[in-house]
């Protein structure tokens, strides 16, 4: 079975740093594009970064220079290292494989989520 366990989540101040981890196991890690997306109260999904095979990543806007996104292959694990955190970081943070192409959908497999909260 795939499993994707994130943690790392807590209640931060503004301008503080958290990372947040994604376990995974159940596919080769290695080989996936792997996502953290985030969902705040009473909004829709919102997409923050994807790495691909062999570390190369992608950034929204809002993230860009604040957030990075990191694997370790070798214990399948994702990573989003958030520093410089805005109240409007506040939200459920979801680790995600992306699907292949053709597959209909944008992701095949999400975590958990856990809740980032930043005080103001």
């Known amino acids: 079975d795939v499993q994707l366990q994130a943690s790392g989540g807590g209640l931060v101040q503004s301008g503080g740093s958290l990372r947040l981890s994604c376990t995974a196991s159940?596919?080769?890690?290695?080989?996936?594009?792997m996502s953290w997306i985030r969902q705040a109260q009473g909004k829709g999904t919102e997409w923050v970064s994807t790495t691909y095979p062999g570390g190369n990543a992608n950034y929204a806007e809002f993230v860009k220079g604040r957030f990075t996104i990191s694997r370790d292959d070798t214990k399948n694990t994702l990573y989003l290292q958030m520093n410089s955190l805005r109240f409007e970081d506040t939200a459920v943070y979801y680790c995600?494989?992306?699907?292949?192409?053709?597959?209909?959908?944008?992701?095949?497999?999400w975590g958990q989520g856990t809740l980032v909260t930043v005080s103001s």
């Open positions: 159940g596919f080769a890690f290695a080989n996936a594009e």
């Open positions: 995600a494989k992306r699907a292949p192409l053709g597959v209909g959908v944008d992701y095949e497999y």
